[in-house]
């Protein structure tokens, strides 16, 4: 297990150690929940919506072993480990960054409007055919999330791969400069929280500030085939880049796609007489397999071995999981995330599947759209093809736009739309959905579809 001194902590944060008695105290984790402790954790007491601080005496009975601290020290609590710093936050991301410098892992750090959970959990696979690794678990992508993911990191890891997520600008910069990494992935440039930026524009400017923190010698992966990419990384050096995409034109580009109910096959240009088969369907998911197959490149890892790697990947709980639903029907659950972009590929997968039974689709809204969530969810109507879906359910004030769009393509029986209370449309779904049934549910985390999952659920 990981531990360091108090001496350690401090020094890596500019912080000042109190309660003198206790500095042979060794952390060998942190929290910034105080009901969330063990012992040997460190308490990190945030401000956010409540100041952290007040929830001390709750982390020391609930296990701390030692606690940062920011406010005044006549505050703290006495005979008890404090290392007294400027900001909380700061001092978290400051030992991270110096716990990650001490480790000295190879560092791939990865974002994109879509697909970086996956892109993670696929390049996580194909790293590990040569390196311990560590990764990003969950929503963890932030600049909280972030450092906690370095800090849970084990001594010994050679490669750890880490998710940038942002809702504004500068925060992917924040997160590249702590991280620096050896290789920088961009997944995509989409339409997720477009709310904050305005365009894809802005998207895409605050998605390359990835290359920020890039190591001076580091690579930047990302699809050749988006233009506003293509113009941002004009001015950089050639050999620092690499391209994917569906073209000859790039670095690596996938030929003899082949999508099945549960699986993807592909053969690539730099390997055209080797088979790819990933165990998710979907052939978008083929994009971040290609990034994913660059990164191996970059750290000496074979084609062969990473196809070895990604034919076994483990997908993060939630993302396009197939579950047996309560009376034997099939549960396709993408309900975790979702933009325009990613629900209309999903669709787009959902309809061209064979089955014997009905294929139902469950949307709730896409969040932070702001201005644009009109036209982008109009945009989703067009990508609903009522000839190759049997039952459509739509929850939301934003997915009555859809609604109004595709309701006169549908048999009035086989479309509903659901607002509020989600018990209604639980009762409607368990009711419809017969046992050779599949069906999709599709939405923003915050409408909490996964609710809805849970009850489907066998």
């Given at each position: 297990m990981t531990k360091w001194t108090l001496n350690e902590i401090a020094e890596a944060t500019d912080g000042v150690i109190y309660d003198a008695e206790n500095q042979g105290v060794s952390i060998s984790n942190i929290s910034f929940d105080s009901r969330n402790l063990s012992e040997g954790s460190l308490f990190v007491p945030l401000i956010a919506e409540r100041n952290g601080h007040e929830y001390i005496d709750s982390a020391i009975q609930n296990?701390?072993?030692?606690?940062?601290?920011?406010?005044?020290?006549?505050?703290?609590p006495k005979n008890f480990p404090i290392i007294q710093v400027?900001?909380?936050?700061?001092?978290?991301?400051?030992?991270?960054?110096?716990?990650?410098?001490k480790v000295n892992p190879k560092v791939v750090g990865i974002t994109g409007s879509n697909g970086k959970t996956t892109t993670k959990d696929m390049t996580d696979a194909v790293l590990s055919a040569k390196y311990k690794t560590h990764k990003t678990v969950g929503n963890f992508n932030n600049h909280i999330g972030l450092p906690y993911?370095?800090?849970?990191?084990?001594?010994?890891?050679?490669?750890?791969?880490?998710?940038?997520?942002?809702?504004?600008?500068?925060e992917i910069r924040v997160l590249s400069i702590l991280a620096e990494p050896n290789v920088a992935v961009i997944t995509m440039?989409?339409?997720?929280?477009?709310?904050?930026?305005?365009?894809?524009?802005?998207?895409?400017?605050?998605?390359?500030?990835?290359?920020?923190?890039?190591?001076?010698d580091g690579v930047l992966i990302y699809p050749g085939e988006e233009p506003l990419l293509v113009e941002r990384t004009a001015g950089l050096p050639k050999e620092s880049i690499r391209t994917f995409g569906r073209t000859d034109k790039e670095k690596l580009y996938a030929t003899d796609i082949e999508v099945k109910s549960r699986s993807t096959s592909f053969s690539i240009n730099l390997k055209p007489e080797l088979t790819i088969t990933l165990p998710?369907?979907?052939?978008?998911?083929?994009?971040?397999?290609?990034?994913?197959?660059?990164?191996?490149?970059?750290?000496?890892?074979?084609?062969?071995?990473?196809?070895?790697?990604?034919?076994?990947?483990?997908?993060?709980?939630?993302?396009?999981?197939?579950?047996?639903g309560f009376n034997g029907?099939?549960?396709?659950?993408?309900?975790?995330?979702?933009?325009?972009?990613?629900?209309?590929?999903?669709?787009?997968?959902?309809?061209?599947?064979e089955t014997t039974g009905a294929?139902?689709?469950?949307?709730?809204?896409?969040?932070?759209?702001?201005?644009?969530?009109?036209?982008?969810?109009?945009?989703?109507?067009?990508?609903?093809?009522?000839?190759?879906?049997?039952?459509?359910?739509?929850?939301?004030?934003?997915?009555?736009i859809v609604y109004e769009e595709v309701k006169d393509s549908f048999n009035p029986e086989k479309i509903r739309h659901f607002l509020n209370d989600k018990k209604p449309m639980v009762d409607y779904l368990r009711k419809t959905i017969q046992s050779k049934?599949?069906?999709?549910?599709?939405?923003?985390?915050?409408?909490?579809?996964l609710e809805v999952v849970e009850k489907l659920k066998k």
């Open positions: 296990g701390a072993s030692a606690a940062f601290w920011s406010e005044d020290i006549e505050k703290a400027k900001d909380t936050l700061q001092a978290l991301q400051q030992f991270a960054k110096w716990y990650l410098k993911t370095i800090l849970e990191m084990p001594a010994d890891t050679e490669a750890i791969i880490l998710e940038m997520g942002m809702s504004q600008a500068d440039i989409g339409e997720s929280h477009i709310e904050f930026f305005g365009s894809r524009n802005g998207i895409a400017d605050a998605k390359m500030e990835i290359i920020d923190g890039l190591k001076s998710i369907p979907g052939e978008y998911n083929i994009q971040n397999a290609l990034a994913a197959i660059l990164v191996g490149i970059e750290f000496g890892i074979s084609i062969e071995a990473s196809a070895e790697k990604l034919e076994q990947f483990q997908l993060t709980k939630n993302r396009l999981e197939w579950i047996e029907a099939q549960l396709l659950n993408d309900a975790y995330n979702a933009s325009p972009s990613s629900m209309k590929a999903v669709l787009n997968y959902f309809s061209s599947i294929k139902i689709v469950v949307l709730g809204d896409i969040l932070e759209l702001g201005q644009l969530s009109e036209e982008l969810h109009r945009s989703v109507a067009a990508s609903i093809d009522a000839n190759s879906i049997d039952h459509l359910v739509l929850y939301g004030e934003k997915m009555g049934d599949v069906v999709l549910l599709k939405s923003s985390l915050g409408t909490n579809i």
